[in-house]
């Protein structure tokens, strides 16, 4: 009698969806990251280290993307459960309601730079004023530091002529001559620079001192089907961004590994990175503003849009342990 109650209790909970979930924690966590994105250093970290298994989540890696609008088009088509992607796409994406996802913790703050050519004559942004300028895409960080430092300058959005190109094709771009400047997440600005190619006219530190750049994002029907192992993620996350700042000699190397490039362009190029997992609402804010001012998003409560976009309190539990 016992057994026909089990039974039917089993049965009851798979018509509920409670008992073998088709998602269930069997699966990897499907994760994905831009190329050779120095930013993602600690994703590259945790997969080196075995942080993820550590932590007790299997994670594979479903997508390495060229651009940030590229990853949020995978996690609209459900392609992805994680991603470490730019904090102004994801923006984006969420608030036009093309994917449902949260950001669970920060992956870095500043990181870009405005490069010219090596022998350029311009000096500042105005010198820009005519030329054309290559940036990864629309509604990309770089987009907005790059249109907050024209604004400083006095410069129209048509006072540059800006063009959208993917940061591998950008130094090759900048010296045959077919763009005069480029601004890009690192480390290309730093292997425009070890090649003798390009130069710094303006590092994301001079645009916005402490800009939020890339976080850890979540899809939210992975949030909230597999909680624990979405938190195992962002534990593996701390732990190894935590390892970059105790051992970046050792980070370096694991980031040579994965962009291909060489060890004084790593170097130089975590250099104009800070790493760290904190989040900050008030900068969020800012995106935001910038993003419904240039029409790329319509929301009709920002605050509210924030509050809910950004989950703290994952991060707040694990970093107290």
């Not at 039974?7 to 798979?14: E, H, K, M, Q």
């Not at 060229?66 to 796409?89: I, Q, R």
């Not at 730079?113 to 054309?132: F, H, S």
């Not at 935001?288 to 991060?315: G, T």
């Amino acid at each position: 009698m016992r057994s026909a109650s089990v039974l039917t209790l089993g049965i009851s909970l798979v018509f509920l969806g409670i008992a073998f979930p088709a998602n269930s924690r069997d699966k990897p966590v499907r994760i994905g990251y831009l190329q050779s994105d120095i930013h993602h250093l600690a994703c590259w970290v945790a997969l080196e280290r075995g942080l993820y298994g550590k932590n007790g989540v299997e994670v594979e890696v479903a997508g390495v993307f060229k651009a940030g609008p590229e990853e949020m088009s995978a996690f609209a088509a459900g392609a992805l459960d994680m991603g470490y992607v730019g904090e102004a796409p994801a923006t984006t994406a969420v608030a036009n309601k093309t994917t449902r996802a949260t950001v669970l913790a920060q992956v870095n703050t500043e990181g870009s730079a405005v490069i010219v050519g090596i022998d350029a004559p311009q000096r500042n942004m105005l010198d820009l004023a005519g030329k054309r300028v290559a940036i990864p895409g629309y509604s990309t960080v770089q987009d907005f530091l790059i249109k907050k430092v024209m604004s400083r300058f006095g410069l129209g959005q048509k006072d540059v002529n800006m063009i959208v190109l993917k940061p591998p094709e950008m130094i090759g771009a900048l010296r045959a001559g077919q763009i005069d400047a480029f601004i890009a997440w690192e480390p290309y600005p730093a292997k425009a620079q070890t090649m003798g190619v390009g130069r710094v006219l303006l590092t994301s530190h001079e645009i916005w001192e402490n800009h939020p750049c890339c976080v850890l994002l979540a899809s939210d029907h992975f949030l909230s089907m597999r909680p624990r192992d979405a938190r195992a993620v962002v534990r593996a996350h701390v732990e190894a961004t935590d390892f970059i700042k105790s051992n970046p000699d050792d980070a370096a190397r694991i980031g040579v590994q994965y962009t291909g490039m060489d060890v004084p362009t790593i170097r130089l190029a975590m250099k104009n990175v800070v790493y760290t997992y904190d989040l900050s609402i008030e900068e969020e804010m800012e995106y935001v503003d910038f993003l419904a001012r240039m029409k790329y998003i319509q929301i009709s409560d920002p605050k509210a849009f924030v509050r809910k976009f950004i989950n703290q309190e994952i991060l707040r539990e694990i970093i107290k342990k």
